[in-house]
């Protein structure tokens, strides 16, 4: 997992890629916040940070 200035934040999002096929399978993706930028692999891109990063600070 990267940080929004690319860099890369070690130990982060672990469990993520098991959680996120049950948010597509189920339609949770619909209700979580879409970036407005372009993306050559998709057609919605959503932020997705407080999966892996709840607590910022």
């Known amino acids: ?3 929004t200035d690319g860099t890369v934040r070690p130990g982060q999002g ?3 890629p098991v959680e996120l096929p049950a948010l597509v ?3 949770e ?8 930028t372009v993306d050559d692999y998709c ?5 997705m940070g407080f999966w892996v990063n709840p607590d910022p600070d």
């Open 43 to 47: 057609d919605v891109v959503y932020d």
């Open 14 to 16: 672990g469990s993520f």
């Open 29 to 36: 993706m619909g209700h979580q916040q879409r970036i407005d």
């Open 1 to 3: 997992m990267t940080q």
């Open 25 to 27: 399978r189920d339609g």
